[in-house]
């Protein structure tokens, strides 16, 4: 992964995929561009281990200090992404942070793995286009499943569960499990025992390949140290 890009490429390119690259969308507002800061902010006040022991989620060196020039990688940009998409889902956004840290490692092999198969949305890729990998079959013809799905589950009523945590009011995050296809993500719902019957689901690979496709495009904002 290249550190090639700035913060407001990143946030451009982030501002497209969320609104479909709408003609009339303008530039990211304020608004979203303060949801961005925030999770920036909460990553880099951990500083490179937590207390947990995992590296950044979004940055990729040891020393995004305040007010330097900071270079981001299209895992960055994608990481980013998963996380606006975690909150859009309800989570917190410290919840957001310790999440794709502790998932960095397996976030990381999936987006390559996305870029190097990837789909191509909105079309359909044929089986033959994508070999040795998933298929699914649509109207008698055999396509390539490129989907790579996140399951996450996240428990609020720890009181019930087996070994309540020690901290009340505290929600417990499980570790996040991946699905390459629809018949994996089948399978992995399907084990999913009684307790955890809840799950929250993000697709990967089209963020993957959009993203970095925004980014190749996004223009170039001189304006101060970010």
Same mark, same amino acid.
Request: proline share 8%; net charge positive.
């Given at each position: 992964?290249?550190?090639?890009?700035?913060?407001?490429?990143?946030?451009?390119?982030?501002?497209?995929?969320?609104?479909?690259?709408?003609?009339?969308?303008?530039?990211?507002?304020?608004?979203?561009?303060?949801?961005?800061?925030?999770?920036?902010?909460?990553?880099?006040?951990?500083?490179?281990?937590?207390?947990?022991?995992?590296?950044?989620?979004?940055?990729?060196?040891?020393?995004?200090?305040?007010?330097?020039?900071?270079?981001?990688?299209?895992?960055?940009?994608?990481?980013?992404?998963?996380?606006?998409?975690?909150?859009?889902?309800?989570?917190?956004?410290?919840?957001?942070?310790?999440?794709?840290?502790?998932?960095?490692?397996?976030?990381?092999?999936?987006?390559?793995?996305?870029?190097?198969?990837?789909?191509?949305?909105?079309?359909?890729?044929?089986?033959?286009?994508?070999?040795?990998?998933?298929?699914?079959?649509?109207?008698?013809?055999?396509?390539?499943?490129?989907?790579?799905?996140?399951?996450?589950?996240?428990?609020?009523?720890?009181?019930? *569960?087996? =070994?309540?945590?020690?901290?009340?009011?505290?929600?417990?995050?499980? !570790? %996040?499990?991946?699905? @390459? $296809? /629809?018949?994996?993500?089948?399978?992995?719902?399907?084990?999913?025992?009684?307790?955890?019957?809840?799950?929250?689901?993000?697709? *990967?690979? =089209?963020?993957?390949?959009?993203?970095?496709?925004?980014?190749?495009? !996004? %223009?170039?904002?001189? @304006? $101060? /140290?970010?």
């Amino acid at each position: 992964m290249t550190l090639a890009f700035k913060r407001n490429q990143v946030e451009w390119a982030l501002w497209q995929l969320f609104v479909d690259s709408r003609p009339d969308a303008g530039a990211p507002p304020k608004v979203f561009l303060n949801r961005i800061k925030r999770l920036l902010d909460l990553d880099r006040g951990l500083g490179p281990k937590d207390e947990l022991g995992f590296g950044f989620a979004f940055f990729d060196h040891d020393g995004p200090g305040l007010g330097a020039e900071v270079a981001y990688s299209d895992y960055g940009a994608f990481a980013l992404a998963v996380g606006l998409d975690l909150m859009d889902l309800g989570f917190k956004q410290a919840e957001v942070v310790a999440l794709c840290r502790a998932c960095r490692k397996k976030l990381q092999r999936e987006f390559r793995h996305a870029l190097a198969r990837p789909p191509a949305p909105p079309s359909f890729v044929l089986a033959d286009d994508r070999p040795e990998g998933p298929t699914y079959e649509k109207n008698g013809s055999l396509f390539a499943d490129c989907w790579i799905f996140m399951i996450m589950q996240k428990i609020d009523i720890t009181e019930a *569960l087996p =070994e309540p945590p020690k901290s009340k009011g505290k929600a417990t995050l499980m !570790a %996040p499990r991946f699905a @390459r $296809g /629809r018949t994996a993500l089948n399978e992995r719902l399907g084990e999913m025992p009684h307790y955890y019957r809840k799950a929250f689901i993000i697709e *990967l690979a =089209e963020t993957a390949v959009l993203v970095t496709r925004w980014l190749d495009q !996004a %223009p170039l904002i001189k @304006r $101060g /140290r970010r």
